[in-house]
T-cell receptor
Framework: AQTVTQSQPEMSVQEAETVTLSCTYDTSESDYYLFWYKQPPSRQMILVIRQEAYKQQNATENRFSVNFQKAAKSFSLKISDSQLGDAAMYFCAYRSAYNQGGKLIFGQGTELSVKP | DGGITQSPKYLFRKEGQNVTLSCEQNLNHDAMYWYRQDPGQGLRLIYYSQIVNDFQKGDIAEGYSVSREKKESFPLTVTSAQKNPTAFYLC????????????FGPGTRLLVL
């Protein structure tokens, strides 16, 4: 079975600085998707970024980028120029590319605070 | 506006009572999902449906039931058999089964009186 681990329960960053959130996963599959979701105090899950395992190029979305290391099974999220609105719980998630119903497997989350 | 709606925002359940959480989407998505989130934890899959009139159990289906009579709707019933129902419930949908990104609704907070 696949598992996702986020080893940092809490992180803090100064406004305008850069922060990196860690995520590791365990799988025997070769084709899968990885996601970072943001959950602000409203508790709605918002997609931040997505990475396909077969793509070597790291995904980027404006101030958000990932460092995908397939061999190491690592998928970290870098937030540049941090803003107060980035404060939230961040979840890393895994999804098999094979037909398992599209189930997302989530890590425990990292709570990010942004200091003005 | 296109999106996923969940109602109610808050729901209170009495002992021995069944309650139903609503999830509706107008995105023309094929697949729909129900997740449960407990404090300080990630989400866990309860049920999912890839097409109308078909659904599958997820990792924690005991004490829950669903139906998928329409493509747009995927209600979740929390039965009296679910002994610890207090949690935050999130509905999600995706365009194609198995390969597309899931998008989430705003969630329902269920509390036991």
């Amino acid at each position: 079975a696949q598992t996702v681990t986020q080893s940092q329960p809490e992180m803090s960053v100064q406004e305008a600085e850069t922060v990196t959130l860690s995520c590791t996963y365990d799988t025997s599959e070769s084709d899968y998707y990885l996601f970072w979701y943001k959950q602000p105090p409203s508790r709605q899950m918002i997609l931040v970024i997505r990475q396909e395992a077969y793509k070597q190029q790291n995904a980027t979305e404006n101030r958000f980028s990932v460092n995908f290391q397939k061999a190491a099974k690592s998928f970290s999220l870098k937030i540049s120029d941090s803003q107060l609105g980035d404060a939230a719980m961040y979840f890393c998630a895994y999804r098999s590319a094979y037909n398992q119903g599209g189930k997302l497997i989530f890590g425990q989350g990292t709570e990010l605070s942004v200091k003005p | 506006d296109g999106g996923i709606t969940q109602s109610p925002k808050y729901l209170f359940r009495k002992e021995g009572q069944n309650v139903t959480l609503s999830c509706e989407q107008n995105l023309n998505h094929d697949a729909m999902y129900w997740y449960r989130q407990d404090p300080g934890q990630g989400l866990r899959l309860i049920y999912y449906s890839q097409i109308v009139n078909d659904f599958q159990k997820g990792d924690i289906a005991e004490g829950y039931s669903v139906s998928r009579e329409k493509k747009e709707s995927f209600p979740l019933t929390v039965t009296s058999a679910q002994k610890n129902p207090t949690a935050f419930y999130l509905c999600a949908s995706s365009l194609k089964r198995g390969r597309e990104t899931q998008y989430f609704g705003p969630g329902t907070r269920l509390l036991v009186l």
